[in-house]
């Protein structure tokens, strides 16, 4: 089989093609000019788009009081039990004096906003451009539209008292780890983190006790940092009972 030839990268090597050399002569690495290297990106623009996602989102956060962040798939539909769930979450803590921040799409997002709405709280939404979504659900009161997942995931996470999971695929789960990442090194303060549907949650928390701690790349009491509820209300108490504890 032919293999094709591709650059290397930062570095290239200067070496001979037989076996005789390459066997006792040692490759020459030399690293390649920046000016010589085809731009992939320009720096700049990026820098500048996202540090202007980062000063909206924080600007519009920085008044709203007490929030809860909910995360959870985009994809949950209308009727679905989850979907019920988290419109009585959104509503029951709007009523309790809380805004509701959630990513703006459609889902548990959409269900957490429009429960917010009737409670009669903030609903902020911070939906993100995709060529397959709609950008934005149509129950939120406050709302920043951003390009990049990092500076919004940042800003939800910056803007809880709170976190509330419900089911949800890779973008749940990276929310989730990253809490527990920022809270475990000590980048950000303990804030509740309630895991809302046993059943979907316990293998992911089996997995986490049994292999990942055997294999000592966590600690025991990392685990403590979730609380895992199967209800609507439980999830709501959850909230109430930790922030009223934290001074």
């Not at 008044?63 to 798939?73: A, E, K, L, M």
Request: aromatic content about 6%.
């Amino acid at each position: 089989m032919k293999r094709m030839s591709r650059s290397a990268g930062l570095i290239k090597a200067e070496a001979s093609t037989t076996t005789e050399t390459l066997e006792s002569t040692p490759q020459v690495l030399t690293a390649v000019p920046v000016s010589n290297r085809p731009a992939h990106i320009d720096i700049s623009i990026y820098v500048d788009s996202v540090s202007d996602e980062y000063l909206r989102g924080l600007q519009m956060l920085a008044n709203i009081g007490p929030c809860v962040t909910v995360f959870g798939s985009a994809r949950t539909k209308p009727g679905d039990p989850t979907y019920t769930d988290a419109m009585a979450v959104g509503r029951g803590l709007a009523m309790a004096g809380f805004a509701v921040a959630t990513g703006g799409g459609g889902g548990i997002m959409e269900a957490a906003n429009r429960g917010a709405a009737l409670g009669g709280g903030g609903s902020i939404g911070m939906p993100i451009a995709l060529p397959f979504e709609e950008s934005g659900n149509e129950f939120l009161e406050l709302s920043v539209t951003f390009d990049h997942f990092p500076a919004r995931k940042t800003c939800l996470i910056l803007a809880c008292d709170a976190v509330v999971l419900f089911a949800g695929g890779f973008g749940t789960l990276d929310e989730l780890f990253e809490v527990l990442t920022l809270i475990q090194t000590g980048k950000m303060a303990p804030v509740p983190i309630i895991l809302v549907g046993s059943w979907y949650w316990t293998g992911l928390l089996q997995w986490l006790a049994t292999d990942v701690l055997d294999a000592h790349c966590i600690s025991p009491h990392d685990l403590d940092l979730v609380t895992v509820v199967d209800t609507a209300d439980a999830a709501i108490e959850a909230v109430l009972a930790t922030v009223a504890r934290q001074p």
